[in-house]
């Protein structure tokens, strides 16, 4: 038997694939299929519990979760099929998609394909840190879903490392729920994520950011005990006592499905949002996610 | 009555375990650690040697040959992967006669199939290798396994046939009492005929406690870095240059999961408890790995870490019964792994000279591995979700791991997170746990009835989380 055919299939229901679907269901595109890996769309979004969305697309200021909730509401008015649960491992160049749900795995096709994937963070074990590999290492983003989705504290006594944008949230989130960050260390001369949310979440704060400074080792046998940092335009080394490492050093837009099946974009195959290139605002993703929908045929 | 106590629950003792499991025995196998190949064993090489890197006089040289052939069958009747990449010890120029001596060595063990090949056939099969090197010997017999996998296999099966396996189970003292041994510990206090002891870095302290001088243990480490999947396999076989006086120096390793691990450095250390990895040694293991293939570079490394080697100054394996019923296994490093199942054999046949060895009715001779989503078929993993939905809820993305075989594998013991990703290869991709630890933790949660402050990465201390919410 063929495969379900569909003119449009989305991978990954965050907001760059919400919106591409919302873009193309306008542009009178028939048969439009999201498939997402969680039980519901929104993607990251539904982890950001913070200020900072929508100022440019819906013209208010609001939450992650806030944004997500009011997009969710425009891909429903549409007439999009909507699968979640659904784990997408397997690509084809023939734009055939195989997805594992709970009912099984099936593959099905579509005349389009757009990758709305996301992106993932980079990681301690990518920049091969020295040291040792205590529990209490987390990327920023993992930290998050811990504390807002699980409501859990991954620690107590916590150091930033990078100051990516998810980092310096996470700086906040941290002390509001009562850890003491001691620091961010940035091993750039500039800082890497928002300007805004540096004021909102490190100076408001009282948490320094320290500039070319770099992690030298993490120390710790079961759990994160200390680290040692080194300040480079002096070349002094410091040793300060944490529990938790987050680390917020950069985020790789997530290609593996094109990379595995030896594809690249072209002939109806499209990459979009951050799983394109990594965009500061969620605002932006939207826009040209559904201009990328739109101009589906 | 116990009749065996193992301590130690690395390869060695598993080894024990699932050898003494063939006799109507009562086995009990203690281990400190949370669970089993928590100590030297996780962080091993895992090649199985050929054995012509050892001398044929030498009990390492001849249960690395002996171990290499049990690993073959028991690799079916247990159901690990076992690849048999072989191996190829390379040399430069000045080096062809080191490995003619090494040939010559390995003949006189029996080793089949050794053959010193040229540029020209390096060329053609090995085309990442360096351009340098003047010719290599072929050992045909080499493989790979993954040491956790193996250890769990063995216990899983010596479970089935009634041996206990305690973890979080720390020996404080053995004494002496008439025809037994007392052994207390952190939990429970034990009397058993014998005691094997298969302690590893803390044999020579076990041996201590029964009143026994067994060789001092001095902890070499190794540190080993692991390149991206997407580098693919650099090499089809395992890459040795030629042996130094203690060390095999830096190799590339073809891994059972399709990466290539580079390593391992070796250095003394004082600290039995010191993992971590340094700057230094990663500049050490670049430029040994790139002197075998020019191509390796430092964006390709994914991973780091450590292991540490149980070495002894006498050189050789120590296995003795030192005192009556008191059997020390002390100094099993590198091929150790290999051997390990030979040193099992070893020790039963030298008990078997001295007591009857009545074998086990309804012996279990197999043990099926936990189902690998990822390496199924279509047809087997809708067959395998439709037994199990769990199957088809998809956990570790990078893996491809699902619901199912994480709550399997705590079903068949993993406790820690750690334990978990050594049983089913969750949070190993390239994303290194990112996406999958929240969701391993809850499932951890629900199955075993535990809050999330109470679930650790490798046991007490490791807690991932320092507060509940409410």
Not at chain 2, 337 to 344: R, Y
Request: net charge neutral; proline share 4%; hydrophobic share 40%.
């Amino acid at each position: 038997m063929d495969p379900k055919k569909y003119d449009l299939i989305v991978i990954g229901g965050g907001p760059s694939g919400m919106a591409a679907a919302v873009g193309a269901s306008s542009n009178d595109v028939k048969s439009i299929l999201i498939l997402e890996r969680m039980p519901r769309l929104g993607g990251i979004l539904n982890q950001c519990i913070h200020l900072g969305f929508g100022l440019n697309y819906f013209k208010k200021e609001m939450t992650g979760t806030e944004y997500a909730a009011r997009y969710k509401k425009m891909v429903y008015d549409k007439n999009i099929e909507i699968k979640t649960s659904c784990l997408v491992h397997k690509i084809t160049g023939k734009k055939e998609v195989t997805f594992v749900s709970r009912e099984g795995e099936f593959t099905v096709s579509a005349s389009n394909l757009i990758m709305a994937t996301g992106c993932r963070e980079r990681t301690r074990e990518m920049l091969t840190v020295p040291g040792t590999r205590p529990a209490g290492i987390f990327t920023a983003g993992l930290a998050q879903e811990m504390v807002n989705i699980y409501g859990v504290m991954p620690g107590k006594e916590v150091v930033i490392v990078g100051s990516g944008d998810i980092g310096l949230i996470m700086a906040r989130r941290m002390t509001l729920e009562g850890a003491k960050v001691h620091l961010t260390l940035e091993i750039m001369d500039h800082l890497s994520g928002l300007i805004r949310n540096k004021v909102q979440c490190l100076d408001d704060f009282g948490i320094p950011l320290h500039l070319e400074h770099e992690l030298m080792e993490i120390i710790g046998k079961n759990r994160v005990e200390a680290i040692k940092y080194r300040n480079n335009k002096t070349g002094k080394e410091k040793l300060i006592s944490c529990d938790t490492i987050l680390f917020s050093v950069g985020l790789i837009p997530e290609q593996d499905l094109l990379t595995d099946a030896e594809i690249s974009t072209g002939n109806g195959i499209y990459l979009t949002g951050n799983a394109d290139y990594v965009h500061d605002l969620v605002d932006s993703v939207t826009k040209e996610a559904e201009k990328l929908g739109e101009s589906i045929r | 009555m116990i009749d065996f106590i193992i301590i130690g629950g690395g390869i060695v003792g598993a080894s024990m375990a699932y050898e003494l499991a063939k006799y109507q025995f009562n086995v009990t196998l203690l281990e400190k650690e949370t669970e089993l190949s928590f100590g030297v064993s996780k962080s091993n090489s895992g090649i199985i040697h050929t054995g012509f890197q050892d001398d044929h006089n030498s009990l390492k040289g001849k249960f690395a040959v002996r171990g290499n052939q049990l690993y073959r069958e028991m690799s079916k009747l247990l159901d690990f992967p076992f690849i048999p990449t072989g191996e190829l010890v390379v040399a430069f120029p000045g080096e062809r006669e080191s490995i003619e001596q090494i040939k010559e060595n390995g003949e006189r063990l029996d080793i089949p199939g050794l053959e010193i090949l040229d540029e020209k056939w390096l060329d053609k099969n090995e085309p990442m290798l360096s351009k340098e090197i003047e010719c290599a010997l072929l050992g045909p017999t080499a493989a790979v396994i993954n040491p956790y996998e193996v250890i769990y296999a063995m216990a899983e099966n010596a479970i089935s046939n009634g041996v206990n396996i305690y973890c979080d189970n720390e020996v404080t003292s053995i004494t002496k009492i008439p025809n037994l041994w007392r052994v207390k510990t952190s939990q429970a206090e034990y009397e058993s005929r014998y005691v094997i002891n298969a302690a590893g870095l803390s044999a020579d302290k076990i041996s201590l406690m029964a009143g026994i001088k067994a060789p001092e243990i001095i902890p070499f480490k190794g540190e080993e870095f692991i390149l991206d999947r997407h580098a693919d396999r650099l090499t089809k076989r395992i890459i040795f240059p030629v042996p130094k006086k203690h060390t095999k120096g830096i190799l590339l390793i073809p891994t059972v999961d399709g990466n290539t691990m580079i390593g391992p450095t070796s250095n003394e250390i004082i600290d039995r408890e010191d993992w971590s990895t340094t700057k230094e040694h990663k500049q050490e293991v670049l430029k040994g790995a790139q002197k075998l293939a020019p191509s390796i570079n430092e964006d390709l490394l994914i991973a780091a870490f450590a292991g540490l080697r149980p070495t002894i100054k006498e050189g050789d394996f120590y296995i003795k019964e030192d005192r009556d019923g008191f059997i020390n296994i002390v100094g099993i490093k590198s091929p150790g792994l290999t051997a390990a199942p030979a040193i099992a054999e070893y020790v039963v046949n030298m008990l078997a000279k001295n007591i009857t060895l009545p074998e086990r009715k309804n012996y279990n001779p197999n043990r099926v591995a936990i189902p690998r989503f990822r390496l199924l078929k279509t047809k087997e993993r809708n067959i395998l979700i439709k037994r199990d939905s769990d199957f088809g809820e998809v956990v570790c993305r990078c893996e491809l791991v699902t619901k199912g075989e994480i709550k399997e594998a705590i079903r068949r013991g993993a406790r820690t997170l750690d334990g978990i990703k050594f049983r089913t290869r969750s949070q190993m991709g390239r994303c290194h746990g990112a996406f999958c630890t929240s969701k391993i933790m809850a499932i951890m949660s629900e199955e075993l009835g535990i809050s999330f402050d109470k679930i650790t990465k490798k046991g007490k201390g490791s807690e991932l989380v320092k507060e509940n919410g409410s």
